[in-house]
């Protein structure tokens, strides 16, 4: 099975996962933070920074844990989902009805909390580690 993408000891093959390997993924953190990151590597290039630093402020500010303000700059499902597929899964092809299965919903879920909490990365972003986002 060709491998597609390597994080550390994290890498997942092009094929559907069955069930099992599915939980057992959907439970490491390592692996949940490899998509939270690769979100909010694929946020930042999406918006640019200075809307990126406002998803930050706002998600500071925002008392309902269940929202997340990237939605107010684009389609961020689309980017959590291209987010998955850098990594691997692509979910619209293996997965179609992802949103009936609550191993996907808790792994998008995980991956999306992680980044929040985590103020989407924004320390570790630099337009230099980046040279291709936009800086509007």
Same mark, same amino acid.
């Given at each position: %099975?060709?491998?597609?993408?390597?994080?550390?000891?994290?890498?997942?093959?092009?094929?559907?996962?069955? =069930?099992?390997?599915?939980?057992?993924?959907?439970?490491?953190?390592?692996?949940?933070?490899?998509?939270?990151?690769?979100?909010?590597?694929?946020?930042?290039?999406?918006?640019?920074?200075?809307?990126?630093?406002?998803?930050?402020?706002?998600?500071?500010?925002?008392? @309902?844990?269940?929202?997340?303000?990237?939605? =107010?700059?684009?389609?961020?499902?689309?980017?959590?989902?291209?987010?998955?597929?850098?990594?691997?899964?692509?979910?619209?092809? @293996?997965?179609?009805?992802?949103?009936?299965?609550?191993?996907?919903?808790?792994?998008?879920?995980?991956?999306? @909390? %992680?980044?929040?909490?985590? @103020?989407?990365? %924004?320390?570790?972003?630099?337009?230099?580690?980046?040279?291709?986002?936009?800086?509007?």
């Amino acid at each position: %099975m060709k491998k597609i993408m390597k994080f550390d000891k994290f890498s997942v093959s092009e094929a559907k996962l069955d =069930d099992a390997a599915l939980a057992t993924l959907s439970n490491d953190k390592k692996k949940i933070e490899a998509v939270a990151r690769e979100f909010s590597r694929l946020l930042l290039a999406e918006i640019g920074n200075k809307k990126f630093r406002e998803v930050v402020k706002r998600n500071k500010l925002e008392k @309902d844990k269940d929202i997340c303000h990237s939605h =107010d700059f684009c389609d961020a499902n689309m980017v959590m989902q291209d987010a998955f597929k850098i990594i691997g899964m692509n979910l619209e092809r @293996d997965y179609p009805d992802m949103l009936q299965n609550q191993v996907i919903v808790k792994m998008w879920n995980a991956a999306w @909390d %992680m980044a929040k909490k985590n @103020d989407m990365y %924004m320390h570790i972003r630099s337009t230099e580690a980046f040279p291709y986002v936009r800086t509007d």
